[in-house]
């Protein structure tokens, strides 16, 4: 990772920790991330410009219904994806970790490329391995876990075939 990049995710990440941006964000990325996603055929995400990003495809956990939402991961370093339900601090655990409870088989597109995975909440002991990964990418991230007031709730997707 260069230094550009480094130093611009710094910044930003503690742009992401304001009240202002926890307002603002849950209201206007998702919106701007879907149209993206629709104009580029799933090959360009906003949030993909700063952090790698994704799209997971889960299934409701009460409805059955497919449920798309764009997601920053990180990789493990052995093929697999982290993803934290941070929900932008709010109090409440993000609906796609209830889905993933409920259904672990999911669907992913990174760039384009769809493959099939496999949701696995960590435990405590593996949770502070993926935090450290994840801080790594995205400095402060953890941030959000300590405003929420919760233990947010950290997956590692395992891919499981190419789509």
Not at 25 to 48: D, F, K, M, N, T
Not at 55 to 76: F, H, I, K, N, Q
């Amino acid at each position: 990772m260069t230094s550009v990049v480094v130093s611009v995710r710094t910044v930003f990440a503690a742009f992401t920790r304001t009240r202002l941006f926890r307002r603002w964000a849950p209201r206007v990325l998702p919106p701007i991330e879907r149209w993206l996603e629709r104009v580029s055929a799933g090959r360009v995400q906003l949030s993909a410009l700063l952090v790698p990003s994704l799209v997971l495809y889960s299934r409701g956990a009460r409805s059955g219904a497919t449920r798309e939402t764009p997601l920053m991961y990180t990789a493990d370093g052995h093929g697999r994806a982290l993803v934290a339900g941070t929900s932008f601090a709010r109090e409440r655990h993000p609906a796609w970790t209830y889905n993933l409870l409920a259904h672990p088989e999911a669907e992913i597109s990174v760039r384009g490329r769809r493959m099939s995975v496999r949701a696995d909440s960590l435990d405590p002991a593996e949770r502070e391995e993926a935090w450290r990964l994840i801080e790594r990418q995205w400095p402060g991230y953890r941030a959000y876990e300590r405003s929420s007031g919760r233990d947010v709730r950290v997956f590692r997707l395992t891919p499981t075939s190419v789509i």
